[in-house]
């Protein structure tokens, strides 16, 4: 069926629409990923987000039971060059398109996906709404304009859990170390926040050899003390940092008193905490294929990233040491505090999707606790 996505500044793309009808508005960032679109899709951090895929062919692959990062996808909209509506891989249960009608998430394809991602690359990321029941770009337009931003919401309580849990699966050997499992810390126990989590974090730490309970975002700081955990986890999610104050609260009140870890979102709520500002960058990082350079070490990692804020350094350096940079624009990629046991990184170290060049950050946070 034929479709419409207007941006908020009146430029319109055509296409045809599969997954589910109707009208959806969000903000367009692109994904520069080749691969991992299933892991993309299921991604709470993108919640409030429609993603674009600059690799021209989406969905050969089809949709298994095996790779969802969450319950469900959390993106508002999938926008594709050419969507594959055949499966072909050996692990496929279902075809892209039945999943996302399934899940009542709106597709569209035969989109010129190098045009939009140029235009947002030129421009940022501009609010819009694909429609297969308006075809009127003005009055699109207009819809895109009223919509909510991504600092306009909360975006965290939208898919943090609603209760604490224990997570215990861990990553299969064959995908740690070339088969070999890593050394475990057993005895360990960790708090993870839930901003939006994804399940290889929680399979990650726990393959690290640390006990695991998951707690809402909301939870405060004496509620985690009371589990007297040996360290603290800040996951990624969705939006911006500065509408989630409960959980940066908390982490204020947490900060030298236990270990914490924090990754994406979690390494701006504890930037926030520390009392850093934060920026909002023209159009985001989403992809696996980020360079980052580790400062002490001098080694390059290729990493996955999905976030539209980055943090100012130096608004908090007499208390962080800048650790880790981007080496695409040089923002903040990592940062150590200077006397408490604290670090965090802003991409995603758990491999799903992407390169597995950061996973020994997980050892690493180990280490702090143990000493």
Known sequence: ????????????????SFGALGEVAGEVVFNTGMTGYQEILTDPSYRGQMVVMTYPH????????????????????????????RESNWRAQQTLARYLAAHDIVGLTDVD?????????????????????????????????????????DLVAQVTCSASYEWTEAVDPAWINDGRPPTPSRGLHVVAYDCGIKRNILRQLVATGFDVTVVPAQTTAKEVLAMQPDGVFLSNGPGDPERVPYTVEAVRALVGRVPIFGICLGHQVLALALGAKIDKLKFGHHGSNHPVKDLHSGQIAITA????????????????????????????????????????VQYHPEAAPGPHDANPLFEQFARLIVG
């Open 58 to 85: 989406i969905g050969n692959t089809g949709i298994n039971d095996e790779d969802p990062e969450s319950t469900r996808p959390h993106l508002r909209a999938l926008i594709v060059r050419d969507v594959s509506l």
């Open 113 to 153: 996906t190098r045009a939009l991602t140029r235009h947002t690359r030129q421009f940022g990321a501009l609010r819009g709404v694909i429609s297969t029941e308006d075809l009127d770009p003005a009055s699109l337009q207009q819809k895109a304009l009223a919509a909510p931003t991504t600092s306009d919401e």
């Open 305 to 344: 990233q999905n976030h539209n804020f980055a943090v100012d350094i130096d608004s908090i350096a007499d208390q962080v040491e800048l650790t880790h940079v981007n080496l695409y624009d040089h923002t903040v990629e990592g940062m150590r505090h200077r006397r408490l046991p604290a670090f965090s």
């Open 1 to 16: 069926m034929e479709a419409l996505l207007v941006l908020e500044d009146g430029t319109t793309f055509s296409g045809r």
